[in-house]
């Protein structure tokens, strides 16, 4: 297990509670799993990923990730409608344990910009870890 | 309870590699370490994996009554059970079995080791030594031909697993030639402690004695090993450094999960325990005469058993993905329908299998056998159920947590081409 200053927390993207990240790509925000969040949930074998078109509140549960320790809901950071999934995870699943900020699971058009700046920044997020 | 929870003599080893550790039996024990779970447990299909065991219990028992306190209290017939002609147990050879209350349920499991005439040694689970032992001496009353010892702590266990077992243990043995001539399955040689368990000579290089049981809890090839704590750290780094070449790995308690899940090698008090020990995979467990029909021996719990009803039955299943089910109050089995049939026991993803067609293959499959090569499983959710009534093997059923839906299969084995019977000449 990684100690709190071993995680790696880019400030490129913001941070949720649930340990989920969002980073702006133009007009559509990718959505992936901190480091932190592979390293608790240990090796990842699948990720439930949802469909194109689906709408999701900001709060609400948009896939799992199955770790070999437990099943995990994955809960959007902001608002919007998936625009493209990450299949690369479907056979790769291993890829958010490795590249946990590459790999993000899916690309959102987000229903209100103004979500992502309530959401946490790297040093903010690394408070809230600490506890 | 931080102040409570014990730990094994190797703890500041899994500490020391950063291990994700968790509370089990009461133990602070590592889940997995860096490599992962998943290598972990593919680590002890195809080269070694090395696992800390010493949360495990042992007790000894000494004098002319033991083998008749173990006839009234174990479910093996000790005078029945090893081998296709069912011999006596004899010096050098061990049984698994189970504990039973006066219901039939199962107080935990326990593999026996005959040492001497007159000296045995049981390892039961986390937890267990207290309990077993205060159940062994209430069946004993204070009669004095049967001391019975709890080495709770006291004696450092590990587990060396996978098809190079073997060939690795020769690398630090004083005398491998000897101590793996005719080691049968279920068969052990050495003693932790020569001077209480006497035992024939078995070192390693430096002259530290250790017991070495051809068993383990993975349903592959290898050893448990037994030492004094003090030697454990030394035993550990010796396995580590002489298994390189074959890319042993420590394996957490992840991976032991998966590993014996997919072996179909029951938890105690997870998969069996206190509730009627009938129809479940592992009634092979009791002395059952030639016929199947009634025991060889009465026991504790015999007699509940042979006069029950119908039971619950415990059945192995696997799944057609990885994805698992998080047992919780609201986990349940269902038939296709949604009715309920009863409660999910076990659910874990043994990651080194997955369907090929109808079949299941793992990497340990040979090709000729259906493993196609490269083979990339994608590992396959497995465990097992409760239910009310036996269902056909075959049968499908659905796993929920309230929520999401699976559906897996009922089957008798779930992993295939398992080692652990291996003849040890082919893997020295």
Known sequence: MKELEELHLPDDVRYTDEHEWARV?????????????????????????????DSFAKGDEFGTLESVKAVSELYMPMSGEVVAVN???TDSPELINQQPYDAWIIEIKPADRSEYDQLFSAAAYLDLLKG | MEHTMKTTPLHGWHVGQSANMATFGGYDM??????GAKAEHLAALTGAGLFDTSHMAVLTLHGPGVRDLLQRTFS??????????????IAGRCVYGVFLDTSGWVIDDAIVYQCTDQDYMLVVNASMGGPIAAHLRQEQQGRPDAKIV?????????DLQGPAAARILTRILANPEQVFEKMVYFSFKGSFNPQRLPADPLTLLDGTPLMVSRTGYTG???????IAPEHIEKLWNLLLAAGQPEGILACGLAARDSLRAGAGLPLSHQDIGPWLFA???WLFVLPWNEQGTAFTKEFIGSAALLTAGNAPCTLAYAGFDPRKITISDTSLVTDLDGKPLGTILTCTTDMAIDRVGNAIVSVAT????????????????????????KLPLGTEVVLTDGKRKLKVEIRDQIRPDRTARTPMHTML
Not at chain 2, 30 to 35: A, D, K, T
Not at chain 2, 150 to 158: F, L, R, S, Y
């Open chain 1, 25 to 53: 790509t133009g007009d559509t925000v990718r959505i992936g799993v901190s480091d932190y969040a592979q390293d608790q949930l240990g090796d990842i074998v699948f990720v439930e990923l949802p469909a194109i078109g």
């Open chain 1, 87 to 89: 299949t690369a995870l």
């Open chain 2, 30 to 35: 590592p889940l997995w370490y860096p490599s």
């Open chain 2, 76 to 89: 093996k017939d000790l005078e029945r059970c090893i081998g296709p002609r069912k011999g006596p147990l």
């Open chain 2, 150 to 158: 709890d080495h709770t702590d006291q004696v450092g266990k590990m």
């Open chain 2, 220 to 226: 592959e090839f290898g050893f448990e090993l037994f």
């Open chain 2, 279 to 281: 129809c479940n995979p």
């Open chain 2, 366 to 389: 040979p090709i000729e056998a259906g493993r196609s090569e490269p083979f990339a499983p994608r590992g396959l959710c497995c465990g097992f159920v409760r239910v009310e009534q």
